[in-house]
């Protein structure tokens, strides 16, 4: 009996020592736990601020770049505006399966969209709507920087100029004649809506230049943008474009073109031929100027597919036809881009897009975007991304994101010009100045989750890649 009594006592109390050391171990975790807690908050601030600091999670404070303030889905002139056209619209070849084959001299194209697309309004995109999209380039007044205008599209030129048969042949040589020997109506419109706006994004790829080692030289020699951009474009030799605004260089050059744009052609690699033939088709006989009837060459196959016929074959035609923004019906189809659905708290509007983000207002020197809850491919992240306008060196954006001013920034015209410094910058030691380079993205490792920024994008400048998938801490 006192055996029996005995066991019962150690059992009983080797049940108080395990309990003991149960409870012991819970204590230690929870004290770990709220100590990493502790150590994550320390963390955050020792970089010089709180992780929530500086804004709501789930917004993105970005330098995407120096923007133009005039990009539309139809334009854009800086490398910035490609950037902020990436997030608001998708192009065709994102959004559809594109293929083609051959058919006597010309190609037979094949678009068809993938299922269950919606634009930021929530309309499903159709057929019907890649059609609006390629007849509205095909108009007479079309003046975007698309090229499909150009294309040998079966019955093109009959849409184009509204009529066929011998009259057509008329109408071809007269507005041939027109572009040869121009009214001053006819120069003033060329000025205006042509060459200012091609001369405005060739002023911003000359600025590029300044930082490029290879063109060191000439940058060398003309040592403002103004200057070299006049040197390059201009067709009167003997204008500098000294002591001038960029505007003023601007007008004064795109009026020495008028309606003459073979040196400008030269110095883009484009062809104007067709938009000037569009102004005076505009001229002649303006009920045509949106097109008439249908286009032979393009048709609807089913609520999904669109077929597009040409007479004659180019290689270049395949990305004329993929590389264009989709835009909605809902838009006037003023390639402008003002007075058009979908606009921000801003004078100027911007046609329904199909991207990630929507414009929700534009400042002077400021864009704000909201995610498009409407976006078919996956969960879009952050869901507000303020963009700040400037032209800033990359070791200026990197101190901007060291003392909190941006969250991230687009550094990859400079990334390679400015490696030194960015170096020295990089490694100034202060604890504000942590920052981590990736490709050409400079961010703060305490607000931009970067498990999520995927290298390979970061390294092509693909800012829409980047974004759609990219957590705020």
């Known amino acids: 009996m006192r055996i029996q009594y005995k066991n019962w006592f150690m059992l009983f109390v080797l049940l108080c ?19 990493a807690e502790n150590r994550k908050e320390v963390w955050a601030v020792s970089k010089g601020k709180s992780a929530a600091a500086g804004g709501t999670r789930g917004t993105l404070k970005l330098y995407a770049g120096e923007l133009s303030g005039r990009a539309t889905a139809y334009h854009w002139e800086t490398a910035g505006d490609q950037r902020v056209l990436s997030l608001l619209y998708q192009k065709v070849g994102d959004l559809a399966e594109v293929t083609w084959q051959k058919k006597g001299k010309g190609a037979v194209y094949r678009i068809r969209l993938k299922k269950d697309v919606m634009d930021s309004d929530g309309k499903l995109v ?14 007479a007044s079309y003046q975007g920087d698309d090229e499909i205008d150009g294309m040998s599209i079966r019955g093109l030129r009959a849409y184009r100029y509204g009529i066929t048969g011998k009259k057509l042949r008329q109408r071809v040589k007269k507005v041939k004649q027109e572009i040869r020997k121009p009214d001053k109506k006819l120069r003033k419109q060329a000025v205006k809506e042509l060459a200012i706006p091609v001369l405005y994004r060739e002023y911003y790829w000359v600025k590029t230049l300044y930082y490029n080692k290879s063109a060191q030289k000439i940058c060398d020699r003309y040592p403002e943008p103004v200057q070299l951009f006049a040197y390059y474009y201009a067709p009167d030799t003997s204008y500098t474009g000294k002591g001038k605004t960029v505007k003023q260089a601007v007008q004064d050059i795109a009026k020495q ?18 938009k000037l033939q569009g102004m ?24 999904r597919t669109v077929r597009i016929e040409t007479t004659g074959y180019r290689e270049s035609d395949l990305p004329k036809l993929q590389n264009i923004y989709v835009v909605t019906r809902q838009c ?11 606009a921000g708290k801003s004078g100027r509007s911007l046609p329904v897009g199909t991207g990630a983000y929507i414009l929700q207002e534009e400042g002077k020197n400021m864009l704000r975007l909201q995610v498009n809850s409407y976006y078919h491919r996956e969960a879009v992240n952050p869901t507000q991304i303020v963009i700040q306008n400037g032209d800033l060196t990359a070791s200026r954006c990197i101190r901007s994101v ?11 015209e400079r990334a390679e010009y400015e490696k030194k410094e960015i170096s020295s910058t990089m490694k100034k030691g202060d604890a504000l100045w942590e920052s981590a380079l990736l490709g050409g993205l ?29 957590e705020m801490n």
């Open 402 to 412: 060291c003392d909190g001013t941006f969250d991230m920034a687009c550094i990859w």
């Open 280 to 303: 005076a088709i505009q001229y002649f006989w303006p009920d045509r100027a949106a097109g008439a009837g249908k286009i032979q060459g393009i048709q609807k196959l089913d609520d």
């Open 257 to 274: 073109y008028g309606t003459n744009l073979e040196h400008l052609a030269e110095m883009t690699g484009r062809d104007y031929e067709t």
């Open 126 to 139: 159709t057929a019907d709507t890649l059609l609006y999209n390629y007849y509205m380039r095909c108009q």
């Open 17 to 35: 020592v395990v309990v003991a050391g149960l409870y012991g171990i819970s204590g230690r975790l929870a004290g770990n736990r709220e100590g």
């Open 332 to 342: 006037s189809g003023n390639a402008s881009g003002e007075k058009e659905s979908g």
């Open 442 to 470: 400079v961010y703060h490792p305490g607000r931009v989750n970067t498990t999520t920024i995927s290298k390979e994008a970061a390294d092509t400048g693909d800012l829409g890649n980047v974004i759609r998938g990219l």
